[in-house]
């Protein structure tokens, strides 16, 4: 059973950064498209980023974020800088059980989702 493990959630001010963690518990880590997608109160989910082979960004977030991942320790990263209020969403780290092909942003294109965390930007 595939898990993903998040971290790095918390309170910031506008114009400050945070870094998303997300462990993952799959053996072929390095194939699956991995990423981030985030929901604030009253809205619906919508992708953020994601990679596999190369990073994809939705166009709020382009610039200011960045999708990494480590592939020795299973992980992927969001880093995020430059926030703003409207990124005030609860965050959520995903992969997709295929390990060939393109990236998904729709959130039906991946199988498995962490717990989610809570990133608050405060004005």
């Known amino acids: 059973q595939v898990q993903l493990a998040e971290s790095g959630g918390g309170l910031q001010q506008v114009g400050g950064s945070l870094r998303l963690s997300c462990a993952a518990s799959?053996?072929?880590?390095?194939?699956?498209?991995m990423g981030w997608f985030r929901q604030a109160p009253g809205k619906e989910r919508e992708f953020v980023a994601a990679?596999?082979?190369?990073?994809y960004y939705s166009d709020s977030v382009k610039g200011r974020f960045t999708v990494s991942r480590d592939n020795a320790k299973n992980t992927v990263y969001l880093q995020m800088n430059r926030l703003k209020p409207e990124d005030t969403a609860v965050y959520y780290c995903?992969?997709?059980?295929?390990?060939?092909?393109?990236?998904?942003?729709?959130?039906?294109?991946?199988?498995?989702w962490g717990q989610g965390t809570q990133v608050t930007v405060s004005s």
């Open positions: 995903v992969l997709s059980r295929i390990v060939m092909g393109g990236v998904p942003r729709d959130p039906r294109g991946y199988e498995y």
């Open positions: 799959v053996p072929t880590f390095s194939s699956h498209a």
């Open positions: 990679m596999r082979w190369s990073d």
